[in-house]
């Protein structure tokens, strides 16, 4: 999900599990590409967008940086946006604050691992209630429990709309997460689903990025027919 449009989609509408498991590619040798990337862990679309991003990590040299935003700050003075949307982004606030936090102590590296962790339960688990969500990561993850504090109060506030806005300045106030940088160009999204594996995964990447190192190129986009589909979990 990005800025709310106005659109009736409800935040966990069109969700349909799937396993996907063409992984052919062709491998071309690259230098090593910086890429920057800003989600917010309840976002569906930069869960899939992440995605994608990973398999392309696993046939290209990338050094891939993953930075919190959050869909309440981007949406907080947005006077459209329906009672029960504003009441779920500030709920879900919690995990972008969770995540700043345990940045904070462990450093870039436990960012991953811990998107990683939250979109599983979020998003392949369907577990909605953070209370239950936060401390079950934490143990998973042998992260310390009081990490949990700093998500329920507004101590890493500062930081984390600091990350918010460093991606959102790039592109622009009018898009969302997730947000993409490649060697210093940003963009929006893409916003796709399923999220492509194998030489589809590598092609699309190649696609977007040479589109967005064009200096001219803005928008391209069309309707969304279908929500975002998620490999399958083994428990």
Known sequence: MHRWDGSGTSLASGRTLRSVTDTTVETTPATRTAVEFWFDPTCPWAWMT???VGEVEQHR????TWNVMSLFVLNEHNEDLPAEYR???ERNQVYSRLVTAAKARHGQEVVKRLYDALGEQIHHRQQQDPAQVVPAVLEQLGLEADLADAAWTDETDAAMRASHR???ERVGQDVGTPVIAVDGVAFFG???????KGQQALDLWDGV??????PGFFELKRSRTTGPVFDTVED
């Not at 990025?209 to 064009?214: D, F």
Request: hydrophobic fraction near 55%; avoid cysteine; proline fraction near 12%.
């Open 87 to 89: 009441a779920a982004m």
């Open 61 to 64: 040299d990338l050094d891939v």
């Open 166 to 168: 460093d991606g959102i």
């Open 190 to 196: 893409p916003v796709i689903s399923p999220a492509p």
């Open 50 to 52: 992440s995605r994608w």
């Open 209 to 214: 990025v040479a589109a967005a190192r064009y």
